[in-house]
């Protein structure tokens, strides 16, 4: 199937801890992005990434760090976990600037 | 001013009902312009894009008015499956930093 997938779909780890959320689409576009739905349903961008170019909302702390290996992928990791960062992430991506985006189906990370 | 703003609701309808949502947004060099569907614990689907001209598909049909900076969708005869969060999504000339509206929910009850 052509989508953009995400592992894990749920993840539940402890404050401090480092995790990645990993990222891949199969539909042959030039720019994926990262965004943070948080408990109130507010879906905010942390990243964009297009030709090797990122694009980062300056709002986003330095914990957060996206890996792109290929065109295909693009990674979110995360260090020293906080409270806060629990919310549903998601990954899309889209043929381009300013062109409709597919999503994939948001990993759910809760940090106790 | 937040950049994109929508009424979060929600918009109780009966099914058959016709609702229709606005989005404004505050940026004048916005350029591309598109509404989502969201589901209760889903991602993001891409409804429809919203063209100068006005557009429409079955029974939805949006609206571009750039003077008033305000984009619009129409639901006719709402159906139970309609039921869901309504996003707007504006893109800036050159920035490939989409801004997403907070959503409008939508119930249609039969």
């Known amino acids: 199937d052509t989508a953009v997938s995400q592992t894990p779909k749920y993840l539940v780890t402890q404050m401090g801890n480092d995790k990645s959320i990993k990222c891949e689409q199969n539909?042959?576009?030039?720019?994926m992005y990262w965004y943070k739905q948080d408990s109130k349903k507010f879906l905010k961008i942390m990243f964009s990434?297009?030709?090797?170019?990122?694009?980062i909302n300056e709002t986003v702390p330095n914990r957060f760090s996206p890996k792109s290996p290929d065109k295909a992928h693009l990674n979110l990791h995360i260090n020293s976990l906080e409270l806060g960062d629990s919310a549903v992430y998601f990954c899309?991506?889209?043929?381009?600037?300013?062109?409709?985006?597919?999503f994939g189906p948001g990993t759910r990370l809760t940090v106790t | 001013r937040k950049e994109v703003e929508q009424d979060p609701g929600p918009f109780n309808v009966p099914e058959g009902a016709t609702v229709a949502f606005n989005c404004t947004y505050s940026?004048?060099?916005?350029?591309?312009f598109f509404w989502y569907r969201q589901d209760c614990r889903k991602e993001p689907k891409l409804l429809m894009s919203?063209?100068?001209s006005g557009n429409e598909d079955g029974r939805f049909t949006a609206q571009l008015n750039r003077a008033s900076q305000y984009i619009s969708l129409l639901i006719r005869d709402s159906k139970l499956s309609d039921s869901a969060t309504y996003l707007c999504?504006?893109?800036?000339?050159?920035?490939?930093?989409?801004?997403f509206g907070r959503g409008t929910s939508l119930i249609v009850h039969p």
């Open positions: 899309a991506s889209s043929r381009g600037q300013g062109l409709e985006e597919d």
């Open positions: 539909l042959g576009h030039d720019t």
């Open positions: 940026n004048s060099a916005s350029q591309s």
């Open positions: 999504v504006v893109n800036a000339e050159g920035s490939y930093i989409p801004t």
């Open positions: 990434y297009n030709n090797k170019e990122l694009i």
């Open positions: 919203v063209y100068s």
